[in-house]
């Protein structure tokens, strides 16, 4: 990761879903940059393994639930919440919480410390966006559907942001909103209802398992290798002159799910035969970020293809599945 122009050195921050995959990246770089690192997690997805061979505090605690500390934090990062759409269909109050009263209880610690705080938020809030705004900018304000399957995610995400900017505007706080895209790489869940394409499609062809590729595989994702996204989040969390910003963070490269199913099938030799299911409704057709202001404010642009990020994936499966 790039250090310069950003610096965490004595920084105290605390992160919230910090043993979930993007929040224990952002703890392995913080103590790596020299932060003191508070993470608290309920490990409703992240898991104790993702952090155990970190130097930080551990809470283990729901921050839809108040909570107090001694310390005084410079940074609060809220990245706590449930991701995967399969998630969505089993904990939608959980993740409506973790993003409605999780926030307002991280906004009020930031508040109490006079800390900066960071909202991770995500290309979601944009829903399925109207063609003509593809590549997404900022400024458009998403076509979600508010009683859909998805709707305790993106519209519990959209909340979230309304949150930072009232305690912003209220409160004159330092703030700063993260919409990320979709994200790979070594941590991501796989199993279950926690796995998402890349490392579900990962697992089905290193096993042998059929491929699912849902609908026909034209819809499209822009997919970010984990290092690159996090490099853009902590550029946006460190840096003076984001304060009040609002910034897409994602590879502005569109794929296929088809054209991942089939790369994913190449780089692993795999004898998987890809196998076409249902659709699920409201799933967006087209996603990929416009990162001009990214590019500009944060000097900040993804470094890792799909083609390398995905071996570097599949190698961390193969030694870890
Ligand atoms: N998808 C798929 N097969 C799977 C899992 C997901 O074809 O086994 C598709 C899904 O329908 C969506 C895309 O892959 O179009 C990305 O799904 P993911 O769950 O990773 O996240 P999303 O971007 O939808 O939040």
């Known amino acids: 990761m790039k250090k310069e122009g950003i610096s965490f050195e004595g920084k105290n921050v605390l992160v919230t879903g910090g043993a979930g995959f993007l929040g224990s990246w952002i703890c392995d770089v913080l103590v790596h940059q020299g932060a003191k690192v508070t993470c608290v997690d309920n490990f409703a997805s992240g898991l104790a393994k993702n952090i155990e061979h970190l130097k930080i505090k551990f809470i283990e605690h729901d921050i839809s639930k108040p909570i107090e500390f001694d310390e005084k934090f410079d940074l609060v990062m809220h990245l706590a919440s449930r991701a995967s759409p399969f998630e969505f269909a089993r904990y939608p109050i959980q993740i409506l919480k973790a993003n409605t009263l999780g926030i307002w209880v991280a906004l009020g610690i930031a508040k109490k410390h006079k800390a900066r705080f960071l909202y991770t938020s995500t290309s979601e809030i944009y829903g399925d966006p109207d063609p003509r705004f593809i590549p997404t900018p900022e400024s458009y304000n998403g076509n979600v559907n508010p009683t859909g399957p998805r709707s305790c995610y993106d519209e519990a995400k959209r909340a979230g942001e309304a949150f930072v900017k009232a305690y912003e505007l209220q409160h004159g706080m330092d703030t700063r ?145």
């Open 177 to 321: 909103i993260v919409r990320i895209f979709n994200t790979y790489g070594p941590r991501m869940r796989a199993g279950d209802i926690y796995g998402r394409v890349v490392s579900r499609f990962i697992e089905q062809a290193l096993s042998g398992k059929p491929i699912t590729v849902f609908g026909g595989g034209s819809q499209t994702r822009s997919f970010t290798y984990v290092t690159d996204e996090i490099e853009g989040i902590l550029r946006l969390a460190a840096l003076d002159e984001a304060e009040g910003e609002v910034v897409n963070i994602g590879s502005d490269k569109e794929t296929s799910i088809l054209e991942l199913a089939k790369m994913i099938k190449k780089l692993t030799n795999s004898p998987s035969e890809i196998v076409f299911q249902p659709l699920p409704k409201d799933d967006p057709r087209r996603r990929c970020p416009d990162i001009t202001k990214a590019k500009k404010l944060l000097k900040w642009k993804p470094g890792v293809s799909l083609e390398e990020g995905l071996r570097k994936t599949i190698a961390w499966y193969e030694a870890n599945l």
